[in-house]
């Protein structure tokens, strides 16, 4: 049994947080009735903020082993459903947040929070995949079940070279669908295309005129970023499309009006994917399996140590980071 690890630890000393790398023992885990050590974690954009050490925004509660999701090996379980040397993945559920999270060598959670790994996914894909892939898949789960089939036209993602723009535009060019990018910048144009991209458009030449209703250009969109560039796509989405709102990169705030909804039947669909149910998951999950070895993941892979977290989450909020960050927690 391993009873000392190294896991990033936030503590509130004199109203500021440290984070650092710490050595903890088991007793510093929050309950649960699943013992895991973790292999792989990642840097979402989450995890960028809760590093900036903004007490309240992300974490909750301390000391706090901050980290979103993680994936790992049972080491002793006393839930019905795992044994040892199960393999399992956990995002979200308040990892990082309110419950010890997945920057950390061991962690413990409740079974119920956890995914068996599927065949196809290796602990690493996992987490090259991770929440943002998981966002990804919540989101084209919405749009088949809003009858977005590929031949309604172009689907657009916004914030295409972030972690959930870059696993959408994977998984929805390898589903047939005719994907636009959504970048601030033309230094993302190759990266974008290689992902299977057929154009690539920049927010600067988004249309900003505040019109009611624009041109019906697009299918759908998968949105990261939020904010203006949200208010600004509402108008321009195609009868009876939809938008997977996932994100908020850009801003919390947008403008829009009642027309696109009751003119087009515009849909815009709320994606949680923290609390999302168990079967939700489940079939995402699967889906995800189904389609991994088609999926490039080199092509969006980073992967760094756990001491790397630090400068990841400092880029990751500049939004300077391309693709997806695996952390490799056992090594620093
Ligand atoms: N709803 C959920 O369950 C869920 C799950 C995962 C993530 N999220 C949210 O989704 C968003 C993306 O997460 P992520 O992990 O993919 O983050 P990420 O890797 O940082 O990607 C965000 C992308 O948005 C663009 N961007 C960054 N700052 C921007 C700004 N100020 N204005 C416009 N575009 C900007 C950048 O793409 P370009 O350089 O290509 O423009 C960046 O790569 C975050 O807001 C995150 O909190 C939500």
């Known amino acids: 049994m391993i009873d000392k690890f190294k896991a990033v630890h936030a503590i509130e000393q004199e109203g500021k947080l440290n984070i650092s790398i710490s050595d903890l023992s088991i ?128 689907v657009l993602v916004t914030g295409g070279s972030g972690g959930v723009g870059s696993t959408s535009i994977l998984l929805l060019s390898n589903l047939g669908y005719e994907v636009v990018a959504l970048t601030r910048s033309a230094k993302n144009l190759e990266y974008l295309l290689s992902l299977g991209a057929s154009n690539v458009i920049y927010s600067d030449d988004l249309d900003s005129h505040n019109k009611l209703l624009k041109k019906g250009e697009w299918a759908a969109v998968i949105d990261t970023v939020g904010g203006d560039v949200l208010g600004n796509l509402i108008p321009s989405i195609k009868n009876n499309g939809c938008i997977a709102v996932c994100g908020n990169a850009a801003g919390v705030n947008f403008n829009t009006n009642v027309l696109p909804f009751i003119l087009r039947g515009v849909r815009l669909i709320g994606i949680d994917s923290n609390f999302c149910p168990l079967e939700r998951r489940n079939i995402s999950w699967n889906r995800l399996n189904k389609y991994i070895k088609k999926l490039n993941l080199d092509l969006i892979t980073t992967e760094v140590v756990l001491s790397d977290v630090f400068r990841v989450a400092q880029e990751i909020l500049l939004g300077n980071i391309r693709g997806r960050i695996v952390v490799d927690v056992n090594n620093f």
């Open 27 to 154: 007793d510093d885990l929050f309950p649960g009735d699943v013992l895991i050590q973790v292999f792989y974690s990642t840097v979402n954009y989450k995890d960028g903020l809760a590093l900036k050490g903004n007490k309240g925004r992300i974490m909750q509660k301390f000391p706090m082993i901050p980290g979103i999701d993680f994936s790992g090996i049972v080491i002793e379980s006393n839930h019905k459903d795992f044994v040892a040397g199960d393999e399992v993945i956990a995002t979200g559920w308040g990892l990082g947040e309110t419950h010890t999270g997945g920057f950390s060598q061991l962690a413990r959670v409740k079974g119920d929070w956890l995914i068996k790994r599927p065949d196809n996914i290796s602990l690493k894909s996992s987490m090259i995949l991770g929440t943002a892939g998981f966002t990804s898949m919540l989101s084209i789960l919405e749009l088949e079940d809003n009858y977005i089939k590929s031949k309604n036209g172009p």
